[in-house]
């Protein structure tokens, strides 16, 4: 599998959070905790619609936990 260039800082935002579980999020967005792994390591590229409920399950928006180099 080919790693995604847009990164994210969920783990980040998850221990943020009162340390929670890929579980927890996955359930919070409607997600497999499969998903929310891959997305931690960046083999995933989120849909914009799952991007936007991960980020609202931290209170932030979208660009606080998606990022996209601006390096080519």
Known sequence: MVATRIQNSIRRHRFDAGEMTQQLL???VGATRQTIIALEAGKYAPSLELAFRIARAFNA???DVFHYPDHI
Do not use: K, L, T, V
């Open 61 to 63: 928006d979208i660009e």
């Open 26 to 28: 996955a359930d919070r």
